[in-house]
T-cell receptor
Framework: QQQVKQSPQSLIVQKGGISIINCAYENTAFDYFPWYQQFPGKGPALLIA?????SEKKEGRFTISFNKSAKQFSLHIMDSQPGDSATYFC??????????FGTGTRLQVFP | GAVVSQHPSWVICKSGTSVKIECRSLDFQATTMFWYRQFPKQSLMLMAT?????????EQGVEKDKFLINHASLTLSTLTVTSAHPEDSSFYICSAPGTGGAKLFFGSGTQLSVL
């Protein structure tokens, strides 16, 4: 019940296209849903996050859509750029600050 | 945002030796820090929660005698991999919640290679 399922495992997008990564969870006790971007050999960096009382949050080219009833949330990267090529992790937080990570999506953006 | 410094970035050691990894919160205090382990092309798996001034809380399946955690101050947590073996080779990452606890900030990670 503490799992966060993430898909797809890998994603190839052309420059300028939209990248969409999906996550689903079961535990309704999760209270915070961040997305992290990780480059090879580096620690994850917080990209954008949302709380379950909000259905959408946008920051620049990055948007989180949150469907509380379906227990699903997704990351949309608009106008994808080669520099966005990285591994993306969704996560869900329990009230103890403990984060449960999704399995990751490797995004490749080709020019 | 808050900065979490992790050192060293990479370490190579012989089998049977111990390795210490440091995690510091540079511009904020962290009563709690988290240690994760990541295998190549896999997700981050929480190993333990480090608590300042008290014992760490380990996740199921993590050997507390092998992965020693010390959180002696509000800005420093250390992870010591004791009697390291090749199967301990992995990417270890620490993290700490920023002020208010809403955001979790990560260190840059330590790549451990045990020969």
């Amino acid at each position: 019940q503490q799992q966060v399922k993430q898909s797809p495992q890998s994603l190839i997008v052309q420059k300028g296209g939209i990248s969409i990564i999906n996550c689903a969870y079961e535990n309704t006790a999760f209270d915070y849903f961040p997305w992290y971007q990780q480059f090879p050999g580096k620690g994850p960096a917080l990209l954008i996050a949302i709380r379950p009382d909000v259905s959408e949050k946008k920051e620049g080219r990055f948007t989180i859509s949150f469907n509380k009833s379906a227990k699903q949330f997704s990351l949309h990267i608009m106008d994808s750029q080669p520099g966005d090529s990285a591994t993306y992790f969704c996560a869900a937080r329990l009230n103890t600050d403990k984060l449960i990570f999704g399995t990751g999506t490797r995004l490749q953006v080709f020019p | 945002g808050a900065v979490v410094s992790q050192h060293p970035s990479w370490v190579i050691c012989k089998s049977g030796t111990s390795v210490k990894i440091e995690c510091r919160s540079l511009d904020f205090q962290a009563t709690t820090m988290f240690w994760y382990r990541q295998f190549p092309k896999q997700s981050l798996m929480l190993m333990a929660t480090s608590n300042e001034g008290s014992k760490a809380t380990y996740e199921q399946g993590v050997e507390k005698d092998k992965f020693l955690i010390n959180h002696a101050s509000l800005t420093l947590s250390t992870l010591t991999v004791t009697s390291a073996h090749p199967e301990d080779s992995s990417f270890y990452i620490c993290s700490a919640p920023g002020t208010g606890g809403a955001k979790l900030f990560f260190g840059s990670g330590t790549q451990l290679s045990v020969l």
